[in-house]
């Protein structure tokens, strides 16, 4: 089915994103998590897609994984950074032809390291393309990336809400943020999306905050600000990483609860293939 509907039909739920393995015991541990967090009853889960190179093939086999399930609807994430419109039908045909609806548009990363990366020298430039494509296409329902504190390269907020619009105008059905810690970003941003006239479901992400250094290395590079208070707090008990833990995922949990407490009640969790997080956050929220 279709994410749009679901997301109609079921007003409350989770949504789970996964990312491929890279070895047979990541595979493994992904299959445990997949097995784990099914009980939930996910609204959809989503795989994540490699920007270029090996990841790719890697993301399809993880997709096959999920599609065995059976239990869930299932949402290959594409980008289409350096990719030419051959390969997206090839992979589009592949896709439709095993039952999937729904796919997760995205431009991809820049190679790194490239300083002068020409965005414009292949198919596509941004994730506006690849929607025009898939639009084109037909058959599947568009998901797009949005960010509540702006996307890193966009010169302000305004110019990335002008974008954001320009590509849900092309066909996106529904958005999921880049991780926050601050609520706040994320409803300013829904009233941005509001005075622009932009009415698709806007999932939340959230990445639970269990390693503050990790987080926010991540964090720095798609600019996603860690509130001090929690960053010092978390600081403090640096090598006993099981408090940290502890102090990091009571903070996901009270962010989630703020959320639902003001009606947003579908929420999507970027897993890292971590069930036991995860776990315990769905249990404190309900
Ligand atoms: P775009 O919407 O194209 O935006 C990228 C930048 O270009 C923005 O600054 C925007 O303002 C600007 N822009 C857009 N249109 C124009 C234009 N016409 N002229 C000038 N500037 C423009 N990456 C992966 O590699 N694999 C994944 O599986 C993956 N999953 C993700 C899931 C989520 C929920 C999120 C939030 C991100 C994910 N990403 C993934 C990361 C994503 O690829 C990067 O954030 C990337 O830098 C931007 O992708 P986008 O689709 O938002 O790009």
Redesign the pocket.
């Known amino acids: 089915m279709k994410i749009e509907q679901i997301l109609k039909n079921r007003d409350k739920g989770v949504s789970f994103e996964f990312f491929p393995a890279r070895t047979e015991k990541g595979r493994q541990s992904l299959e445990r998590t997949i097995g784990i967090l099914k009980q939930y009853n996910p609204l959809y889960v989503s795989m994540?897609?490699?920007?270029g190179g090996g990841d790719q093939d890697r993301t399809k086999d993880a997709v096959a994984l999920l599609l065995e399930v059976k239990e869930f609807e299932v949402m290959p994430?594409l980008?289409c950074l350096g990719a030419e419109s051959t390969q997206i039908k090839e992979l589009l045909d592949e896709y439709k032809s095993k039952g999937i609806e729904n796919i997760?548009a995205?431009?991809?990363?820049p190679p790194q390291g490239i300083n002068d990366f020409d965005f414009a020298q292949k198919d596509f430039s941004?994730?506006?393309d690849l929607v025009k494509n898939i639009k084109g296409y037909g058959h599947f329902c568009i998901g797009?990336?949005v960010?509540p504190e702006g996307?890193i390269?966009?010169a302000s907020i305004e110019?990335?809400m002008e974008?954001t619009k320009?590509?849900i105008d092309a066909g996106a059905d529904f958005a999921?943020?880049?991780m926050f810690f601050d609520n706040q970003y994320y409803y300013s941003m829904l009233d941005r999306m509001k005075k622009k006239g932009i009415d698709i479901p806007v999932l939340p992400?959230i990445l639970p905050l269990t390693d503050v250094a990790k987080v926010k290395k991540f964090a720095s590079i798609?600019r996603a600000t860690i509130p001090r208070h929690i960053e010092e707090r978390m600081q403090r008990v640096k090598g006993q990483p099981q408090e940290m833990e502890k102090i990091g995922i009571d903070f996901t949990i009270e962010q989630c609860r703020q959320l639902i407490s003001n009606g947003i009640n579908q929420l999507h969790f970027f897993t890292l293939n971590k069930p036991q997080v995860i776990t315990r956050i769905l249990e404190a929220i309900n």
């Open positions: 994540t897609y490699g920007a994430h980008t997760m995205l431009r991809g990363d941004y994730a506006i797009v990336a960010y996307h390269e966009a110019e990335d974008h320009q590509k999921v943020t880049q992400g798609c």
